[in-house]
């Protein structure tokens, strides 16, 4: 029974075309004053008897006489009607709140009253009062209660007869709106009578002046008599699709649970609900619930939940762990589940064509396990293919993505990806061009989904377009602008369809930065939630706080990247991710860890974290190396393992490959500097794993035969060293490529010293340079003497280099033949007679040489003459300079020197002016209340275990570092370097 009207009225409350014309008989029921009972107070005050009016004009006539009968006083005339209408104690009543929850557009109402206003407010719903014209222009698409008959507060209503007469006049703009609203909406009238004078009114009215625009309003009867066919076609006739109340099964004696027992069934004839629904309706209902959602190409698990109205619970890993049997939900869909293939295919095909929407749904949301009774059953397997994010992404295949960028494509969906492709190969402003034209094309044909996601991504590059160009001044701004996103940004979602909106609704803060706010608030609580399980070593049942920070990333990543969406701009986003994986490493580093009490239940393999190339991916895209190194570092991380080791190797692989092509095509070089960024944090982040030699040598070769502005050699060296070197991947390849390069940069040196050029070799590290290229230069362990590289020594001692020696002492030394090692020594000590320098000299003390007697005096004699004239400039000099030198940096070198037999023990002389060379010199005798821990630092192995070989010296220095670190403020990382050197060599 009224099944069309029902599915009208909501198909209009889902459309925001729904209308609720409210008249006395809901006011009634909070006992506001009635029209009767105002006529009784009129002829009271008149003096005349208590009149019942017999027709409606007595209704208009009445009022009409009183207000002659007081000489047309408006004062008297509104506070009569104010004294008598207005009651401070009138409250809403649950009519006013179940006719809110069917969420109307508007409504209409020709009460007095403030009921529909305070019920708003009541339920936290906004609404504008339009009770005269000038109210009319202030609605701006917003939500309104149109007062059609005024109120007191305006002093406008329309009560008596002339009121009615001159309405068209007083009330021009309402009059035009109200048609507005009967030509567009689904009007439905509720506590008025049939015979009630102002529904003939607004009927005849508005049929007059739309005709065949005029929608057919529904009527809700609760009266007791009974409509008969004749009745009913002559409410036709007028304009009105009448529901009785007592056709829905009930009779009831008070009025409202007449009201509500309609209101309860057009809310039980919605389509999609749940409730008093069999298994297969069910099913029908989240057929239609979840296939808007299938137009997404990823979905998070949050937005089918939503979508379900919360009737199904979904754990984080993608387990429904609502019970089938008792969730109308997924009930049937499970029964579906659980048939044979032979009974599958025997189902018709409209239902195996529902499941299968379902079973997509779900699995773009990777949900594919339901929890039966502590059973996990599998439905996804072999019934739905998965594809995480985009592929090309997490792989890293810029030469696919930049491939599908050059072709032309007619689908709009496919020009939609090209777009973001070129956004990923960082031509943002080719990007930006095509989604302004994807966007108008998806809103001409209707597909708003495709329009909103083209607007979002286009108001997002316009962003990154605009700082970019700040800082390179790379871009065609004025061509740009022209197709800037307009002002109104904030309201890109409600500028649609209704019917998208409620469809969509998950979506609405997509364009927002609200939406990072959300992610990064939640992604807090769950790394907290993880970082306290790390620490207290607490045991968790069921899906650990680990399992949950990944399952966050893994959704997170899945949904943005898979539906293409651009996330560059916002650090909200970046910095979420970026926590989580912090935390993950944390707990990846206590995973080794042994607990030295015993737990009641120990973790069998619980939670431990294990490391994939979706998590490389996020490494490399939401971290830079050196964050990555601190993070390492912090947590004492050596080497990181990881899973799909050979996924994680192809995309680097495609990263270096389409390098190559950038380097070619690349117009504006933007895209280059992207790119070497990344590569930088890639091999930062290789430094730290285990990888095949065919890519140490295709890295090898890649970063020394190009130069980078952004890839600097201490970048080059650190990751040479971690594999080439302490990982042994050295192989024919690197050696060759490495000495072809360390010579490339010698040649290059010695050119410019020729031309008298300064050679600027630029590095991050003051310790690292081309000349460390040395060390990997081998194929073995073993040095072995390069005769190129000996040519190249010969070249620099015959044109008389001092600038190239240092290099050659420090870094080419066991490089380079035993000949040429003693013609370096014979230069040294040439240039030492000519004129004694310290840094030569500390060159033949690295060579090995035999120091001389000769030399020994030519060293005192400089160490007296730089003593004397630092002392003497330290008296003369009334200010400092920062930072200061150690003016006894070079005599405490000398001192040590001595300490590790270097040189022989006869500089006694020097005793009294440096604490830490008399600590070297004396040792044994040494002053220890004089001694500074911090002397320690830096020490090698083997001269920390020759200071800890005396059990006297020993205990003082113990005491000593105990004291310091128990007492002064000692910075973390020497902090940490003291206490390991406590723990090793003097306890």
Same mark, same amino acid.
């Given at each position: 029974?009224?099944?069309?009207?029902?599915?009208?009225?909501?198909?209009?409350?889902?459309?925001?075309?729904?209308?609720?014309?409210?008249?006395?008989?809901?006011?009634?029921?909070?006992?506001?004053?009635?029209?009767?009972?105002?006529?009784?107070?009129?002829?009271?005050?008149?003096?005349?008897?208590?009149?019942?009016?017999?027709?409606?004009?007595?209704?208009?006539?009445?009022?009409?006489?009183?207000?002659?009968?007081?000489?047309?006083?408006?004062?008297?005339?509104?506070?009569?009607?104010?004294?008598?209408?207005?009651?401070?104690?009138?409250?809403?009543?649950?009519?006013?709140?179940?006719?809110?929850?069917?969420?109307?557009?508007?409504?209409?109402?020709?009460?007095?009253?403030?009921?529909?206003?305070?019920?708003?407010?009541?339920?936290?719903?906004?609404?504008?009062?339009?009770?005269?014209?000038?109210?009319?222009?202030?609605?701006?698409?917003?939500?309104?209660?149109?007062?059609?008959?005024?109120?007191?507060?305006?002093?406008?209503?329309?009560?008596?007869?002339?009121?009615?007469?001159?309405?068209?006049?007083?009330?021009?703009?309402?009059?035009?709106?109200?048609?507005?609203?009967?030509?567009?909406?689904?009007?439905?009238?509720?506590?008025?009578?049939?015979?009630?004078?102002?529904?003939?009114?607004?009927?005849?009215?508005?049929?007059?002046?739309?005709?065949?625009?005029?929608?057919?309003?529904?009527?809700?009867?609760?009266?007791?008599?009974?409509?008969?066919?004749?009745?009913?076609?002559?409410?036709?006739?007028?304009?009105?699709?009448?529901?009785?109340?007592?056709?829905?099964?009930?009779?009831?004696?008070?009025?409202?649970?007449?009201?509500?027992?309609?209101?309860?069934?057009?809310?039980?004839?919605?389509?999609?609900?749940?409730?008093?629904?069999?298994?297969?309706?069910?099913?029908?209902?989240?057929?239609?619930?979840?296939?808007?959602?299938?137009?997404?190409?990823?979905?998070?698990?949050?937005?089918?939940?939503?979508?379900?109205?919360?009737?199904?619970?979904?754990?984080?890993?993608?387990?429904?762990?609502?019970?089938?049997?008792?969730?109308?939900?997924?009930?049937?869909?499970?029964?579906?589940?659980?048939?044979?293939?032979?009974?599958?295919?025997?189902?018709?095909?409209?239902?195996?064509?529902?499941?299968?929407?379902?079973?997509?749904?779900?699995?773009?949301?990777?949900?594919?396990?339901?929890?039966?009774?502590?059973?996990?059953?599998?439905?996804?397997?072999?019934?739905?293919?998965?594809?995480?994010?985009?592929?090309?992404?997490?792989?890293?295949?810029?030469?696919?993505?930049?491939?599908?960028?050059?072709?032309?494509?007619?689908?709009?969906?496919?020009?939609?990806?090209?777009?973001?492709?070129?956004?990923?190969?960082?031509?943002?402003?080719?990007?930006?061009?095509?989604?302004?034209?994807?966007?108008?094309?998806?809103?001409?044909?209707?597909?708003?989904?495709?329009?909103?996601?083209?607007?979002?991504?286009?108001?997002?590059?316009?962003?990154?377009?605009?700082?970019?160009?700040?800082?390179?001044?790379?871009?065609?701004?004025?061509?740009?602008?022209?197709?800037?996103?307009?002002?109104?940004?904030?309201?890109?979602?409600?500028?649609?369809?209704?019917?998208?909106?409620?469809?969509?609704?998950?979506?609405?803060?997509?364009?927002?930065?609200?939406?990072?706010?959300?992610?990064?608030?939640?992604?807090?609580?769950?790394?907290?939630?993880?970082?306290?399980?790390?620490?207290?070593?607490?045991?968790?049942?069921?899906?650990?706080?680990?399992?949950?920070?990944?399952?966050? $990333?893994?959704?997170? %990543?899945?949904?943005? #990247?898979?539906?293409?969406?651009?996330?560059? +701009? /916002?650090? &909200?986003?970046?910095?979420?991710?970026?926590?989580?994986?912090?935390?993950?490493?944390?707990?990846?580093?206590?995973?080794?860890?042994?607990?030295?009490?015993?737990?009641?239940?120990?973790?069998?393999?619980?939670?431990?974290?294990?490391?994939?190339?979706?998590?490389?991916?996020?490494?490399?895209?939401?971290?830079?190396?050196?964050?990555?190194?601190?993070?390492?570092?912090?947590?004492?991380?050596?080497?990181?393992?990881?899973?799909?080791?050979?996924?994680?190797?192809?995309?680097?692989?495609?990263?270096?490959?389409?390098?190559?092509?950038?380097?070619?095509?690349?117009?504006?070089?933007?895209?280059?500097?992207?790119?070497?960024?990344?590569?930088?944090?890639?091999?930062?982040?290789?430094?730290?794993?285990? $990888?095949?030699?065919? %890519?140490?040598?295709? #890295?090898?070769?890649?970063?020394?035969?190009? +130069? /980078?502005? &952004?890839?600097?050699?201490?970048?080059?060296?650190?990751?040479?060293?971690?594999?080439?070197?302490?990982?042994?991947?050295?192989?024919?390849?690197?050696?060759?490529?490495?000495?072809?390069?360390?010579?490339?940069?010698?040649?290059?040196?010695?050119?410019?010293?020729?031309?008298?050029?300064?050679?600027?070799?630029?590095?991050?590290?003051?310790?690292?340079?081309?000349?460390?290229?040395?060390?990997?230069?081998?194929?073995?362990?073993?040095?072995?003497?390069?005769?190129?590289?000996?040519?190249?020594?010969?070249?620099?001692?015959?044109?008389?280099?001092?600038?190239?020696?240092?290099?050659?002492?420090?870094?080419?030394?066991?490089?380079?033949?035993?000949?040429?090692?003693?013609?370096?020594?014979?230069?040294?000590?040439?240039?030492?007679?000519?004129?004694?320098?310290?840094?030569?000299?500390?060159?033949?003390?690295?060579? &090995?040489?035999?120091?001389?007697?000769?030399?020994?005096?030519?060293?005192?004699?400089?160490?007296?003459?730089?003593?004397?004239?630092?002392?003497?400039?330290?008296?003369?000099?009334?200010?400092?300079?920062?930072?200061?030198?150690?003016?006894?940096?070079?005599?405490?070198?000398?001192?040590?020197?001595?300490?590790?037999?270097?040189?022989?023990?006869?500089?006694?002389?020097?005793?009294?002016?440096?604490?830490?060379?008399?600590?070297?010199?004396?040792?044994?005798?040494?002053?220890?209340?004089?001694?500074?821990?911090?002397?320690?630092?830096?020490?090698?192995?083997?001269?920390?275990?020759?200071?800890?070989?005396?059990?006297?010296?020993?205990?003082?220095?113990?005491?000593?570092?105990?004291?310091?670190?128990?007492?002064?403020?000692?910075?973390?990382?020497?902090?940490?370097?003291?206490?390991?050197?406590?723990?090793?060599?003097?306890?």
């Amino acid at each position: 029974m009224y099944e069309s009207e029902f599915k009208q009225i909501i198909d209009a409350s889902r459309n925001n075309s729904l209308t609720f014309f409210v008249g006395a008989g809901v006011s009634a029921l909070s006992n506001a004053p009635t029209w009767n009972t105002l006529i009784e107070s009129i002829c009271k005050k008149m003096g005349q008897k208590i009149q019942k009016p017999d027709s409606s004009d007595d209704y208009l006539r009445i009022p009409q006489m009183f207000y002659y009968y007081i000489n047309k006083s408006e004062t008297t005339y509104y506070n009569f009607l104010e004294k008598h209408l207005i009651t401070s104690s009138l409250l809403p009543n649950v009519v006013h709140r179940e006719l809110l929850k069917l969420n109307p557009s508007s409504f209409v109402t020709t009460n007095f009253d403030e009921l529909l206003e305070d019920a708003a407010i009541q339920y936290c719903q906004s609404f504008k009062s339009i009770a005269c014209d000038s109210e009319v222009s202030g609605i701006n698409g917003d939500r309104f209660i149109l007062k059609v008959h005024g109120d007191i507060k305006h002093r406008n209503i329309v009560f008596k007869e002339e009121d009615y007469l001159n309405y068209s006049e007083n009330f021009k703009l309402i009059e035009t709106l109200l048609k507005s609203i009967f030509s567009t909406n689904t009007v439905v009238f509720i506590g008025y009578g049939l015979n009630d004078y102002n529904i003939k009114l607004i009927l005849n009215w508005a049929k007059t002046l739309l005709k065949d625009n005029f929608n057919k309003p529904i009527f809700i009867y609760t009266d007791t008599k009974s409509l008969g066919h004749e009745d009913l076609l002559y409410q036709q006739s007028r304009g009105l699709c009448v529901i009785e109340y007592e056709k829905l099964g009930k009779r009831f004696d008070d009025y409202l649970p007449r009201y509500l027992s309609v209101i309860e069934a057009i809310n039980k004839s919605a389509d999609l609900t749940y409730e008093g629904k069999t298994e297969e309706e069910s099913f029908e209902v989240t057929y239609e619930l979840l296939k808007p959602l299938n137009l997404l190409p990823a979905l998070r698990i949050r937005d089918i939940v939503t979508a379900l109205s919360n009737n199904v619970l979904i754990h984080e890993n993608g387990v429904i762990a609502s019970p089938p049997n008792e969730t109308p939900a997924i009930k049937y869909f499970f029964t579906l589940c659980s048939l044979a293939q032979d009974e599958f295919d025997s189902l018709a095909d409209p239902i195996k064509e529902k499941f299968q929407l379902i079973l997509e749904v779900f699995s773009k949301a990777n949900i594919n396990v339901i929890l039966n009774k502590h059973q996990m059953i599998n439905f996804v397997e072999e019934k739905s293919s998965f594809v995480f994010a985009d592929p090309l992404c997490l792989a890293l295949d810029y030469k696919q993505m930049y491939s599908f960028t050059r072709k032309r494509y007619k689908d709009q969906y496919r020009n939609y990806l090209k777009a973001f492709y070129l956004s990923r190969l960082k031509k943002y402003d080719d990007a930006f061009f095509l989604l302004s034209q994807i966007g108008n094309e998806a809103f001409k044909s209707k597909n708003y989904l495709l329009h909103y996601f083209a607007e979002v991504n286009r108001l997002r590059l316009y962003r990154i377009i605009n700082h970019l160009n700040s800082i390179y001044g790379c871009y065609d701004m004025e061509q740009i602008n022209a197709y800037a996103p307009n002002n109104d940004t904030e309201h890109i979602f409600e500028k649609l369809p209704i019917t998208f909106q409620k469809q969509y609704d998950f979506l609405k803060d997509l364009h927002s930065v609200n939406l990072f706010y959300k992610e990064s608030y939640q992604a807090s609580l769950d790394a907290e939630k993880l970082r306290k399980a790390i620490d207290s070593h607490s045991l968790e049942f069921g899906l650990t706080s680990g399992e949950k920070v990944t399952c966050r $990333i893994n959704e997170s %990543l899945h949904f943005f #990247l898979g539906n293409h969406l651009i996330v560059d +701009e /916002f650090e &909200e986003y970046k910095n979420t991710i970026k926590q989580l994986m912090t935390f993950l490493l944390y707990k990846y580093s206590t995973q080794t860890e042994t607990l030295l009490h015993n737990q009641l239940f120990p973790p069998i393999g619980q939670g431990r974290i294990a490391f994939d190339d979706i998590d490389f991916y996020c490494f490399l895209e939401f971290f830079k190396g050196k964050e990555l190194v601190e993070a390492f570092q912090k947590y004492h991380i050596q080497t990181i393992e990881f899973r799909n080791v050979e996924a994680i190797e192809n995309a680097v692989f495609n990263l270096l490959e389409y390098y190559e092509i950038a380097i070619e095509k690349s117009l504006n070089n933007l895209d280059v500097l992207f790119l070497q960024g990344q590569i930088k944090t890639c091999l930062t982040l290789l430094r730290y794993m285990e $990888i095949s030699q065919p %890519l140490v040598n295709r #890295l090898c070769v890649f970063i020394l035969k190009h +130069e /980078f502005r &952004e890839i600097l050699i201490d970048d080059k060296v650190r990751f040479l060293d971690s594999q080439v070197s302490k990982r042994k991947k050295h192989s024919g390849i690197t050696a060759k490529v490495i000495e072809d390069k360390l010579l490339y940069y010698i040649d290059s040196h010695i050119a410019a010293l020729k031309e008298k050029k300064n050679f600027n070799f630029f590095s991050g590290s003051s310790s690292i340079s081309y000349y460390n290229l040395a060390y990997y230069s081998t194929v073995s362990d073993s040095a072995c003497p390069s005769k190129k590289l000996s040519r190249r020594i010969t070249q620099i001692i015959k044109l008389d280099l001092p600038e190239l020696m240092p290099h050659i002492v420090e870094y080419y030394w066991t490089y380079i033949s035993a000949y040429q090692q003693k013609r370096v020594i014979s230069w040294i000590q040439r240039k030492l007679t000519e004129k004694f320098r310290f840094d030569l000299f500390k060159m033949l003390i690295m060579s &090995e040489a035999k120091i001389t007697s000769n030399t020994i005096q030519l060293l005192k004699e400089y160490l007296a003459a730089t003593l004397e004239k630092n002392l003497k400039k330290s008296e003369d000099s009334g200010f400092v300079m920062y930072p200061q030198r150690d003016p006894f940096e070079e005599l405490n070198q000398v001192g040590y020197w001595c300490f590790i037999k270097v040189l022989p023990k006869n500089f006694s002389e020097f005793l009294g002016y440096a604490d830490s060379f008399d600590f070297y010199y004396l040792y044994r005798e040494f002053d220890f209340h004089k001694f500074q821990p911090a002397w320690l630092l830096g020490l090698r192995r083997h001269v920390l275990d020759e200071i800890s070989k005396d059990a006297t010296v020993k205990e003082k220095i113990r005491l000593s570092i105990a004291e310091t670190l128990n007492e002064v403020q000692v910075e973390v990382r020497d902090r940490e370097q003291l206490q390991n050197i406590l723990t090793h060599y003097f306890c």
